[in-house]
């Protein structure tokens, strides 16, 4: 168990749709990655925040928006969904915002769009 | 930004055989390097690291190695295990930067 959570585990939902995956870090860590996993794809990076403001910007849709709250609690969202958007979306948190320390994932969130 | 490629995509050795998979990267300022393995269903796990500092990392039956100058780095299992049957991934992170950069994954199969 890495002490990141994630959810929900599974969500299935139609195109066109909008939908909120949650993660809660680590105790004590105040940085949040997001990821999407598409099938045989590696991981995407997405977006990250420190202590509640965003920090870096990988390859985010405008129609995806994050957010990290005070409890250091963060949320993906999803809008306007389409079929391509299927994918797993993995959470990662860790202490530092430095050029070290170890990335701790969640266990992800399964998006299918229908 | 830094781009990290890795080899090979998918790999099956036997039981008690080595496995190598290799990554190469692109940007000289990347400094630390660790590999994950993603177990079915699970997130990735963090099973060993190295700095620019360091050619060679070993823990028990896994082992990294870094050539700085040809920019490329490795992951050795040697007495492979089926339980080490996974999806194994390497990245890199620049200095100065927030973000991880993943190679695309190798999933490897260890035959009993």
């Known amino acids: 168990d890495s002490g990141v959570t994630q959810t929900p585990k599974h969500l299935i939902t139609a195109t066109g749709q909008r939908v909120t995956l949650r993660c809660s870090p680590r105790s004590g860590d105040l940085s949040v990655y997001w990821y999407q996993q598409s099938l045989d794809q590696g991981l995407q990076f997405l977006i990250q925040?420190?202590?509640?403001?965003?920090?870096a910007k990988g390859n985010i849709l405008e129609r995806f928006s994050a957010q990290q709250f005070p409890d250091l609690h963060s949320e993906l969202n999803l809008s306007s969904l389409e079929l391509g958007d299927s994918a797993l979306y993995f959470c990662a948190s860790s202490v530092t915002i430095g050029p070290t320390g170890e990335l701790f994932f969640g266990e992800g969130s399964r998006l299918t769009v229908l | 930004g830094e781009n990290v490629e890795q080899h090979p995509s998918t790999l099956s050795v036997q039981e008690g055989d080595s496995a190598v998979i290799k990554c190469t990267y692109s940007d000289s300022a990347s400094n630390y390097f660790p590999w994950y393995k993603q177990e079915l269903g699970k997130g990735p796990q963090l099973i060993i690291d190295?700095?620019?500092?360091?050619g060679e990392k070993k823990d028990q039956r896994i082992a990294v190695t870094l050539n700085k100058t040809a920019k490329h780095f490795s992951l050795h299992i040697t007495e492979t295990q089926p339980e080490d049957s996974a999806v194994y991934f390497c990245a890199a992170r620049l200095l100065t930067g927030n973000q991880f950069y993943f190679g695309t994954g190798t999933s490897l199969t260890v035959i009993p």
């Open positions: 925040y420190y202590n509640g403001e965003e920090r």
């Open positions: 190295i700095r620019s500092n360091v």
